[in-house]
């Protein structure tokens, strides 16, 4: 896939799959339990609380705004 994206003339993300994993994450948590997507996701509210959960949507966008 990486050199798909460079032949492209693009720079690759250093990690497309972890990056893509918690944009879902962090996305799918605006709008379901976070316990729901853990289980989706395979792993525990630990692991989403260090390593996946980011600022994202609607939070960011209003917190800009002031």
């Not at 799918?28 to 996701?41: E, I, Q």
């Not at 609380?49 to 917190?63: F, I, K, N, R």
């Amino acid at each position: 896939m990486t050199a798909i994206i460079k032949r492209s003339g693009l720079e690759p993300w250093a990690e497309p799959f972890q990056a893509l994993r918690r944009w879902r994450d962090s996305t799918w948590k605006l709008n379901y339990p976070g316990y729901v997507v853990d289980t989706w996701l395979g792993h525990g509210a630990e692991v989403s609380q260090e390593a996946l959960l980011d600022a994202t949507g609607a939070p960011v966008s209003t917190a800009r705004a002031c």
